[in-house]
């Protein structure tokens, strides 16, 4: 399905995107961390304090040049990942403040870590209106997280801090799964340790290869993965749990999902690194945190990557994520690009449904039980090629 699609992005300066036609998800990317796990294969550095409280100025600007540019631009839903946002919980708060400032209320979502969310930074991100904090756990356990490359944390302190953010309407845990010596029991755990947690939301996502260098925790095989996934989901639904996406599960079914990708395929970001999908281009913000602040201080475009996207191109990444939020809309395809499903993606549609892998439901395609781990593997595989883009950017300093 993605045959069709490659990932050669160019080099561009000054490239000012135009101001989107309807409401989109905004991004905003803050790569400090307390430290650099071996898996990671997103933009982060590690936490200095000066730097931090440089970047979240600059990044204030942006927003704040964006908003005033982009007068008729709205943005109900405001992502904040990283890197670990929480390591900066104040000035992710005024940031909030100020997107309000311009439009209202928005739906919050912050990304942070069971090491350093505690209580009074749960109560300013309440007060802030964040609605979901999603914490990379990874793992309840001390001696898997170690096994991992991160620092040794008890259950019970993950415990407590995800008991201090339920005052949020949605906790998300991380869950990572398929790193070498993990047993399938060890999965199971990790699934019930959620269950009986105070979080209502869960979303298990298998090891990419890090873009970090030399990658010292390496995914183990396909196979593996596939019988590890579908173990997890069979637990779930044990558990009653919900299957929002391919990787995300609740208790129940409301609140912000793991992906803005399910609700829009088009986004906007803001912040070093962060990257941007309108109609027909895709953008990433360059990944050099001094360049970034200088070009936001002159009032310039922070664009320094960027791919023209053909209407084949996405569609595909439309039916992707259509796919990963477990329904293909059918009407929603041909009112966006003027044909329907079938007449764009003919041969890849008959092949996945000879294989079992979606049915046809009348309004949607859907994937089917089997079919769920390819959407997974998918949208793994799409993954790791934008981390292929990072890991360029980041090398060369771009
Ligand atoms: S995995 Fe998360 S906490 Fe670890 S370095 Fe990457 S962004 Fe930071």
Not at 113 to 128: E, F, G, Q, R, T
Not at 225 to 252: D, I, M, P
Request: aromatic content about 10%; overall charge neutral; proline content about 5%.
């Amino acid at each position: 399905m993605m045959d069709r699609f490659n990932f050669n992005v160019e080099l561009v300066d000054g490239l000012e995107l135009s101001e989107p036609e309807g409401p989109l998800p905004l991004y905003v990317h803050v790569p400090f961390c307390p430290f650099m796990c071996p898996f990671c294969v997103f933009f982060s550095v590690p936490y200095r304090e000066a730097a931090a409280r440089a970047y979240v100025k600059s990044l204030t600007a942006e927003v704040e040049g964006l908003m005033s540019r982009w007068e008729g631009a709205r943005f109900p839903e405001v992502y904040v990942g990283g890197g670990t946002p929480t390591m900066l919980t104040e000035g992710v708060c005024e940031l909030l403040d100020v997107i309000r400032s311009y439009q209202g209320a928005v739906e919050a979502s912050v990304e942070g870590s069971p090491y350093d969310v505690d209580d009074n930074k749960v109560s300013m991100l309440a007060s802030a209106g964040v609605t979901r904090i999603s914490l990379g756990v990874q793992s309840f356990f001390p001696d898997r997280l170690a096994r991992l490359g991160r620092p040794r944390i008890s259950s019970e302190a993950i415990l407590s801090t995800i008991e201090a953010c339920s005052r949020v309407k949605t906790v998300n845990v991380d869950i990572i799964f398929n790193y070498p010596g993990q047993r399938e029991g060890d999965l199971i755990d990790e699934v019930e340790a959620f269950y009986n947690s105070k979080a209502n939301q869960l979303t298990l996502y298998p090891l990419m290869p890090s873009i970090r260098e030399p990658a010292t925790v390496c995914p183990c095989s396909e196979k593996r993965e596939r019988a590890l996934y579908r173990l997890a989901v069979s637990q779930a639904r044990r558990l009653g749990l919900t299957q929002l996406t391919a990787w995300c599960f609740s208790k129940s079914s409301g609140g912000l999902s793991d992906e803005y990708i399910v609700d829009s395929d088009l986004f906007v970001g803001v912040g070093a690194g962060a990257m941007s999908h309108l109609r027909g281009l895709f953008t990433a913000n360059t990944f050099n945190i001094s360049k970034y602040e200088s070009l936001v201080a002159k009032g310039e475009p922070t664009v320094s990557l960027a791919r023209r996207l053909s209407r084949e191109e996405e569609e595909r990444l439309y039916a992707l994520y259509g796919l990963y939020g477990l329904g293909l809309d059918k009407d929603g395809f041909r009112r966006k690009f003027g044909r329907g499903v079938y007449r764009a993606m003919p041969r890849e549609l008959l092949l996945m449904e000879l294989l079992g892998l979606v049915k046809d439901t009348g309004r949607s395609i859907v994937p089917t039980s089997r079919g769920l781990y390819a959407v997974s593997l998918l949208m793994k595989l799409f993954y790791i090629k934008v981390s292929h883009i990072r890991a360029m950017a980041i090398r060369a300093s771009l």
